[in-house]
């Protein structure tokens, strides 16, 4: 039986349990996005070039319930030592926006607290950007902190303003001079599992090549959080606390071409800024996918979606974002979703969830699908919306299956 006796098939069935299952419209039939293109590509060809790289990964649309921050500064909490260090010292972190942001770039460094320090126990990366719209937002924040122009009270960590990056040839530039710290503190409860099951986290659990997740000590990621200065030290710039973060796994030898991506929602659980991660974690996330849909070829689309650290959902909490009425709820293991171009069935997607989850705290759904007639390729998000206490952690997987 060949693929388009299959999707007849297929549609007669549809036809027949009517609104039984949820259906989702191609809503465009334009031109494909290079940046979409780019998904088509093997993972080495995308792990060997940071801009393509970088490209695909600012395709991710992250929101959070509270993305609007009504603070500019938080500081230490260390009773009233931490608030005269803030209030005559100037020793705290400064929003350089009132909204939360989203930042893409390819990684420097990363590292780690060895030990917990108050509540403190950080995760960082520095990254640098190949994309401008980027690179010159962090120019904005080094600008803003030459006009501070604080100094670190370590001497071996004193800066000289007058040199790069505060001073630049803008057609001239070394984009590693141009580095985001993003910093987090993740749940003392959950640091172990964090650590074997999303991204390193003890002091011993070793580096990004090593974890069965990167494979990749440069690694191309996306951040989301609130992007400020840390004047506890030299007021440089960072994304300090990152919410969300997530990244597609590619290294240079890896021929393959599913798209792995790992997602993770995160609550700052030092006690430094209260005002600026409120428990639950509520928010959404779209992931970008590109499938190539041919009637003559018995291929069919997988997506599938593994759970891994998580704490409480919240159901009533997500009712405070704006959902789509068509949406998926993850308590089947498998389920079929029929993509509709007008009338006809176009193709469909089987989605799997590794284990299934009696919740309406998270959910799912597919947007801005557009099927590209003249390259046969059906682009478009897969959607997750969650509330829950502390964190969410997931990964996805987009394959193929076969009809034969």
């Excluded at 792995?260 to 929602?265: D, F, I, T």
């Amino acid at each position: 039986m060949n693929r388009k006796t299959i999707l007849l098939l297929f549609t007669t069935i549809l036809l027949q349990t009517s609104l039984a299952q949820t259906t989702y419209p191609v809503s465009s039939f334009e031109k494909t996005p290079d940046a979409f293109r780019y998904l088509l590509l093997q993972n080495n060809e995308i792990s060997l070039n940071d801009s393509i790289n970088e490209l695909i990964v600012d395709l991710a649309e992250p929101m959070l319930l509270d993305s609007m921050i009504e603070r500019k500064k938080q500081h230490h909490k260390l009773g009233p030592l931490g608030w005269f260090a803030h209030a005559f010292g100037g020793f705290n972190w400064r929003a350089l926006s009132m909204k939360k942001e989203k930042f893409v770039g390819t990684l420097l460094r990363n590292s780690r607290s060895g030990r917990e320090e108050y509540t403190e126990y950080d995760i960082n990366f520095d990254i640098n950007f190949n994309l401008k719209k980027y690179l010159w937002r962090v120019f904005d924040a080094y600008d803003r902190q030459k006009q501070i122009h604080r100094q670190d009270l370590r001497r071996s960590h004193r800066r000289n303003y007058d040199t790069i990056p505060f001073v630049r040839d803008t057609f001239n530039i070394d984009k590693r001079n141009y580095r985001l710290h993003c910093e987090l503190t993740p749940p003392r409860a959950y640091r172990a599992p964090l650590n074997y099951s999303f991204f390193p986290t003890l002091p011993h659990g070793g580096g990004l090549k090593e974890h069965p997740n990167f494979e990749n000590d440069k690694p191309t990621m996306g951040f989301y959080g609130t992007f400020c200065l840390d004047c506890n030290h030299s007021c440089h710039p960072e994304l300090h606390p990152y919410e969300w973060v997530w990244w597609l796994k590619n290294n240079d030898t890896d021929q393959t071409d599913d798209k792995v991506w790992y997602v993770g929602l995160f609550h700052e659980s030092s006690n430094r800024m209260k005002k600026w991660s409120i428990n639950p974690m509520t928010g959404t996330i779209a992931i970008p996918f590109a499938f190539t849909v041919d009637e003559e070829d018995p291929i069919y689309h997988v997506i599938e979606v593994e759970h891994l650290v998580f704490n409480n959902f919240l159901e009533e909490e997500l009712k405070k974002v704006n959902l789509p009425a068509a949406l998926i709820q993850p308590n089947e293991t498998h389920q079929e979703i029929p993509i509709m171009a007008g009338d006809s069935l176009l193709t469909r997607i089987e989605l799997r969830f590794m284990r299934s989850i009696s919740t309406r705290g998270l959910q799912y759904w597919f947007s801005k699908l557009n099927f590209d007639e003249e390259s046969k390729l059906l682009t478009g998000y897969f959607n997750i919306a969650v509330s829950a206490m502390d964190l969410y952690t997931t990964k996805i997987k987009f394959t193929k299956g076969y009809d034969y």
